[in-house]
């Protein structure tokens, strides 16, 4: 399987990783009777649920771009983000089923 993942906020706010910014509650409010909007869930997250779901990930290709918020603007749900996915506005990945 091989995947190129996009994490930025695609327009919603005008920082590429705004969409830390909100708490859970908010977020709702925002993605509103929408049934999906974007995926919050950074890099690291996305290889653990793919490892998670049996895949063994292979290829992780990073794309950083360090002019976004930083972790003092974030929600306090997203303060604890590591800086590697703070900065993290894309990834192409390969796994396969183990």
Not at 36 to 62: C, D, K, T, W
Request: glycine residues 8%; aromatic residues 12%; neutral net charge.
């Amino acid at each position: 399987m091989s995947h190129q993942i996009d994490f930025a906020s695609h327009g919603i706010t005008s920082q590429w990783n705004g969409h830390w910014q909100y708490p859970e509650w908010l977020w709702r409010i925002v993605v509103g009777g929408r049934p999906y909007l974007i995926n919050r869930h950074p890099a690291s997250a996305q290889v653990r649920m793919l490892e998670s779901a049996g895949f063994e990930v292979g290829v992780q290709m990073r794309q950083y771009c360090p002019d976004g918020m930083r972790k003092d603007q974030l929600s306090d749900e997203w303060r604890s983000i590591p800086d590697a996915d703070l900065e993290c506005c894309g990834m192409y990945v390969q796994a396969r089923k183990r």
